[in-house]
């Protein structure tokens, strides 16, 4: 199974993917995948999105030992692939930039883009202050009030927060809002989509612009282990940084791809964000793929202690991958990405991004399992500055266990999903 | 499937051809009355079943051509504020597409207008498509108009909607290349609808200045009938517009009549005596 075939002409990953938006982004998204098809052919761009990645953004980033965490979790020998140290503070720059550059090929005047946990929106941001574009960027208000430190960032860089009260008044309705906007200034305006969803050709151009992870990956993992990884993880919200690092192993069929979706208060509950896990196909934001529904097929809303994967749906291309029996999905609850969070902090020196903490806390299961002699691959998409406040708050709030696998909701994540139960009206689950 | 609806035996519907084209019908009606069609739009179950029911009954009485019913959706990317807000009423309300299809079924006991259902892809087909058009033949639904369904991705619904008889219709915009509208013009069937403004359902203005070439040119392409819609809200736009196309659709001006009512009576008054100012300003 060759991926780097996906997808087809139509922007087919399997029976995942295609166009179902209004026909009046139409012309905009053919025009922006002809755009993109010719730069690709075009060293110039290639060279300049190359120079912005090396001098601008800090890359490559390194790939990590693990000692402390590897002697934890048995001997496997982990590895971390730093995202968390690029510039803005995740891997989101990758695919801003490369987007940037085409928005100015096709000589669109204003940039919009969505945000969750307000990484894309500080990435988008970043972005358009570099090349000196208006930027403004939806956030849920939920988020905006969660992620207080982003939205700040965000207005440093001269972007404008437009917090978006809709529905659940997180990522879904700040994408829905997103969408209104370029349905209505489609001309001048250049649409900044920061995960591998949405309509073709976004699923496929946003892991384009994020497989440097997994090509510089995939070389350091085997300059210092001298073999490819056992397995690699990746949280999963969107799936932009797991695609990323996915698409360089999708081929090498004994790495295991392991996917940690926010498992939020717990699967059997209705508060998580696990779409892979637990969702059914359906059409939301433009593709394909599995999302969260109810059986009338409106869209169900998603939770996660993490902004950026309090998602109710996924990238085409992580349904087909999963349909492929390519993924090994290790959902992880609010409570374990909680505790992976401090877990890195203390272990490594590495406060990971609560997105990151998901694949933290999937990888020490992995690496438990793997033992002595295993090689486990983290992507450690983004750094956990961002985050400290919530969660200071939320240990204050309740310290945690020494050592937790809690399952249920703990008080701490109560403490957090109270406002989100009040701003959300009239809405059914 | 709702059980009310699976509960009541409906005779078999005819086969597809034999069944009366109850839109072609209405715009050859306008044609010969050389006027536009005047086509409204209320949210199904807005706030509730039963004053969604008296609603579009109330357009009806009140002239409309051809009535659109929306099945609420909870993430409704073509619209604006309004058409938002009255699926999220009519999704606190509970309302399914079974109980939009209820609601056309009525219309239907009572009048032989077309009626179309509009709304997005998810929720018309998470019963299966099969449930779906057996669903709109059986309420005499004619038409599925789906915003965020493209002529290229339409195989899913297609030959299922052909089989049963319902009209599946496409929308262009002003954004459309003559390439799309022709593929939108050979794929659909019914009529085409016109997306008079860039932008979503409600949120400004259509000029007749501006569409009109637009329009024209759509209509050099196709024999089908032309509606333009998402930018009129009062009679005078109405009167500027029809003589443009072979329908005129009004939504959210008619939307934001219903939430702004009081009694289910009162509202439904108001709803009639605007689609009535509208008729009447297509007429001269």
Redesign the interface.
């Known amino acids: 199974m060759k991926t780097a075939a996906l997808p087809d002409e139509r922007g087919r990953f399997g029976a995942f993917g295609g166009r179902f938006v209004p026909e009046t982004l139409v012309p905009a998204l053919d025009e922006l995948e002809q755009a993109w098809r010719e730069a690709r052919a075009d060293p110039a761009f290639q060279a300049e999105l190359d120079e912005l990645l090396r001098r601008y953004a800090g890359r490559e980033t390194p790939v990590s030992e693990a000692p402390r965490m590897s002697a934890d979790v048995g001997g496997c020998r982990v590895l971390l692939k730093r995202e968390d140290l690029c510039h803005t503070g995740s891997h989101k720059l990758n695919n801003t930039l490369g987007q940037i550059l085409l928005a100015r090929r096709m000589g669109k005047k204003r940039i919009i883009a969505e945000t969750g946990a307000g990484q894309h929106g500080v990435a988008t941001a970043t972005a358009a202050a570099l090349f000196g574009l208006p930027c403004e960027v939806y956030q849920g208000a939920v988020d905006v009030e969660r992620q207080a430190l982003n939205v700040f960032r965000m207005q440093l860089l001269g972007a404008r927060v437009i917090p978006v009260t809709a529905g659940s008044a997180t990522l879904k309705d700040a994408m829905n809002e997103a969408l209104r906007d370029w349905v209505t200034n489609v001309r001048d305006t250049h649409y900044i989509i920061g995960s591998v969803a949405g309509p073709h050709p976004y699923p496929a151009m946003v892991r384009t612009f994020q497989s440097v992870i997994g090509r510089e990956a995939r070389r350091q993992v085997l300059e210092l282990a001298g073999r490819l990884p056992d397995a690699v993880v990746a949280c999963v919200g969107g799936g932009s940084n797991a695609m990323g690092i996915f698409s360089a192993f999708v081929d090498d069929a004994h790495v295991d791809l392991v996917a940690a979706e926010a498992a939020g208060l717990g699967l059997s509950t209705a508060k998580h964000g696990a779409s892979l896990a637990k969702g059914t196909p359906g059409v939301l934001h433009g593709s394909r793929s599995y999302v969260l529904q109810d059986g009338h097929g409106q869209i169900q809303e998603a939770h996660s202690i993490s902004a950026g994967l309090d998602y109710p749906g996924v990238g085409p291309e992580l349904a087909y991958l999963k349909d492929q029996g390519r993924l090994t999905l290790l959902p992880q609850t609010d409570a374990e990405a909680l505790d992976a969070f401090q877990y890195l902090a203390r272990m490594e020196g590495i406060i990971p991004a609560l997105e990151s903490a998901h694949a933290i806390s999937a990888a020490r299961k992995v690496a438990r399992d793997a033992g002595p002699g295993g090689l486990v691959l983290v992507n450690v998409s983004g750094r956990g500055d961002k985050d400290v406040e919530q969660v200071r708050k939320m240990l204050e709030a309740a310290p945690p266990p020494r050592r937790t696998r809690a399952r249920a909701a703990r008080p701490a994540t109560k403490a957090k999903a109270r406002p989100r139960a009040a701003a959300r009206k009239g809405g059914r689950r | 499937m709702n059980p009310r609806t699976a509960r009541k035996p409906r005779p078999a519907p005819p086969a597809a051809a034999e069944r009366p084209d109850r839109i072609t019908a209405a715009f050859e009606r306008c044609r010969a009355e050389h006027r536009a069609a005047l086509v409204t739009y209320v949210m199904g179950g807005d706030p509730d079943l039963a004053t969604a029911r008296a609603m579009a009954l109330a357009c009806v009485e009140g002239g409309a051509d051809l009535v659109e019913l929306g099945v609420p959706?909870?993430?409704?990317?073509?619209?604006?504020p309004t058409i938002?807000a009255a699926a999220?009423?009519a999704?606190?309300a509970?309302t399914?597409?079974e109980d939009v299809l209820g609601i056309a079924a009525a219309v239907r006991a009572r009048s032989q207008v077309p009626i179309a259902l509009m709304g997005?892809?998810?929720?018309?087909?998470?019963?299966g498509v099969e449930a779906l058009v057996r669903g709109c033949a059986d309420a005499g639904v004619d038409a599925l108009i789906i915003?965020?369904?493209?002529p290229?991705?339409a195989e899913v619904l297609a030959p299922a909607a052909a089989e049963a008889g319902v009209k599946l219709v496409?929308?262009?915009?002003?954004?459309?290349?003559p390439a799309?509208v022709e593929a939108?013009a050979r794929a659909a069937t019914g009529f085409l609808y016109f997306?008079s403004v860039?932008?979503?359902t409600g949120?400004r203005h259509a000029v007749a200045e501006e569409i009109a070439p637009l329009v024209a040119a759509v209509r050099a392409r196709t024999e089908l009938p032309v509606v333009i819609g998402f930018g009129v809200s009062t009679p005078e736009q109405a009167r500027a517009l029809g003589p443009l196309a072979d329908g005129v659709v009004v939504g959210s001006a008619i939307v934001k009549r219903i939430a702004e009512g009081r009694s289910r009576r009162a509202r439904a008054e108001r709803v009639k005596r605007f689609v009535r100012s509208l008729g009447r300003a297509l007429r001269r």
């Open positions: 959706f909870s993430d409704p990317i073509a619209d604006g938002q999220q009423r999704l606190g509970g399914t597409l997005y892809l998810n929720p018309m087909l998470a019963g915003p965020d369904l493209l290229e991705e496409y929308l262009l915009a002003p954004t459309s290349n799309r939108a997306v860039t932008g979503v949120a």
